[in-house]
């Protein structure tokens, strides 16, 4: 694809789940919600130990949204967002840290 020249916008989302959760089942519920903007999606981190429950894990995600024929509306992103945050919750328990 030819690069946008719109400018896009990323969001990085740190949440904890069961650490028994794999990252595709992330990659996965994330982009079933992220709608036609997202388009693109990165584990920045994985954490487990000190300040992160027993059986549980900490994922940091980066999400890259953007349209190639404009520039995306603040409240176009913040309502993605918040249906890929809804998601979570719902497949994982997903819980923001």
Known sequence: ????????????LSFTVGADVLYAQIEEAVR???????QQLELVDKFTGAGVAPGKQSLTIRLHFGLGERTLKDAEVV???ERVLEELSRRFGAALR
């Open 1 to 12: 694809k030819p690069t946008s020249v719109f400018p896009g916008s990323k969001r990085d």
């Open 32 to 38: 079933s919600r992220g709608g036609a903007e997202l």
């Open 79 to 81: 309502s993605a967002v």
